[in-house]
């Protein structure tokens, strides 16, 4: 990527130490991106290898609880806490490229809490929507898969903050080894769980305390460091609308990803529900780049020369699009010749609607890297109301245009409506960043 994406462009001088330090910070963000990546692939390994033990050692009821009460759990862990740590990230990592990585860490607490109150108000508006819907009727009940979710969610929510909060201070490698260390955890937790009891209070205890113990290991150390083990309560209900807006926009996105799935649960048959499935494994192969990526952006364009600059905001988008164009339309075009020879092989041909739904989808993974930068860049911008609104519009506009061609065109049908709202969300950012950046310059 061209040099003005991780760092101001070689020779232009800091307006703040009248040094180039566009070469250094550069080098950072290149080796973060690679530390980050290295890290995702060996969680992402550790995670594969959890969810092999319990399927292979758990009963089908058991398994199913298992799934319901993890998905869940991360939907409330990344959605309803996205907000507040996103937030955080950003402000401490703009500050600390202003001050110095000498300054103590400052709203950690804060963000620790109001994180934890948005999951409780998010899983507490969940109970009777999914008890209306007989969510988890068949597995104890949807209060009772909700309530243990909720108890996984704050230890994971406090655990990614952790990790946002290394990262703020470019300590890359830091925030993947703690990545790593709650995968072992889980990973650890899987095998007790098949090797003691399959009952759900069994499962969801050794989840639940697996993850607070986590949880409390990660946060202590930089709670200690910013001396904010006490704080006055009043400032835990300040919920700033950055925040709320933020938040509305990781549940949208959260969204996102699950209403293909749960159209198609609904309205189509078996064979074609693992068909979607399949297919959506095989686009997140290839989309293995897109959380690192998403994890330096979020930093780099947190930094106090993208803030200041719309020039540069401008810039990170129209360059990366321009430097990214042909190797990332190589890479999808590789990946749509290969995919009728190489999914035969791998599923021995027993979904082969498979095929037509991942080249589809293809164009969503030629939208994710081509702008990767444009959602990150409206948050530099202040511009978080926009960014929900887009996502929201585009939530809406998926789950309408899914069940309006799912029974008549299937998982093609499903595939081609996803792909296009998606690709719509992305360019309606990118314009909205690029316009606002013009007219901040004039």
């Known amino acids: 990527m061209p040099s003005s994406v991780y760092g101001r462009v070689e020779g232009e001088e800091d307006p703040q130490t009248g040094t180039t330090g566009g070469a250094t910070l550069g080098r950072i963000f290149r080796r973060g991106l690679l530390t980050t990546f290295a890290f995702d692939l060996v969680t992402s390994a550790l995670a594969a290898a959890s969810v092999v033990v319990l399927i292979r050692g758990l009963s089908v009821s058991s398994y199913a609880y298992t799934t319901l009460f993890l998905t869940f759990a991360q939907f409330a862990g990344a959605g309803a806490a996205g907000g507040v740590r996103t937030r955080y990230l950003r402000e401490e990592a703009e500050r600390v490229s202003r001050i110095g990585d000498e300054a103590p860490p400052r709203g950690f607490t804060d963000a620790l809490v109001r994180g934890t109150l948005f999951i409780v108000i998010l899983d507490g508006c969940a109970i009777p929507i999914a008890l209306l819907a007989g969510f988890g009727s068949k597995l104890g009940g949807a209060g009772v898969v909700i309530l243990a979710a909720t108890g996984f969610a704050i230890g994971l929510a406090a655990v990614e903050l952790a990790v946002a909060h290394y990262q703020a201070r470019k300590r890359f490698f830091a925030a993947g080894v703690l990545r790593v260390i709650r995968a072992v955890a889980l990973l650890a937790a899987s095998f007790a769980v098949v090797l003691t009891s399959e009952s759900i209070a069994a499962i ?25 083990l006490v704080l006055n309560r009043a400032s835990w209900l300040r919920f700033k609308s950055e925040e709320l807006w ?29 068909s979607l499935g399949a297919a959506l494994r095989y686009l997140a192969v290839i989309l293995g780049a897109i959380p690192a990526l998403g994890a330096i952006l979020r930093v780099r364009t947190s930094q106090y020369d993208v803030v200041d600059s719309p020039a540069n905001q401008k810039r990170m988008i129209v360059e990366w699009i321009r430097r990214g164009t042909l190797p990332t339309g190589l890479l999808v075009g590789g990946a749509a010749l290969l995919a009728p020879v190489l999914i035969p092989v791998i599923d021995n041909g027993r979904y082969p609607d498979s095929i037509p739904a991942l080249q589809i989808f293809l164009g969503t993974a030629l939208s994710a890297y081509l702008t990767a930068p444009a959602a990150n860049v409206l948050m530099a911008q202040r511009r978080f109301a926009v960014l929900a609104t887009i996502y929201a519009v585009g939530l ?7 069940i309006a061609v799912a029974r008549s065109f299937g998982v093609v049908g499903i595939a081609v409506v996803s792909t296009s709202v998606y690709v719509a969300i992305d360019i309606a950012m990118v314009l909205q960043g690029l316009r606002y950046a013009t007219r901040q310059r004039r």
């Not at 549940?251 to 529900?273: I, K, P, R, S, T």
């Not at 809406?396 to 245009?401: I, P, Q």
């Open 246 to 274: 933020l938040s509305f926009y990781y549940v949208a996105a959260a969204g996102f990803a699950y209403v293909d799935v749960m159209v198609a649960g609904a309205l189509l048959n078996h064979e074609q529900v693992a």
């Open 204 to 228: 969801s205890v050794w989840f639940i305390a697996t993850m607070a113990v986590i949880g409390a290991v990660a946060v202590l150390p930089i709670l200690r460091q910013a001396h904010q």
């Open 396 to 402: 809406l506009a998926n789950l309408v245009g899914d």
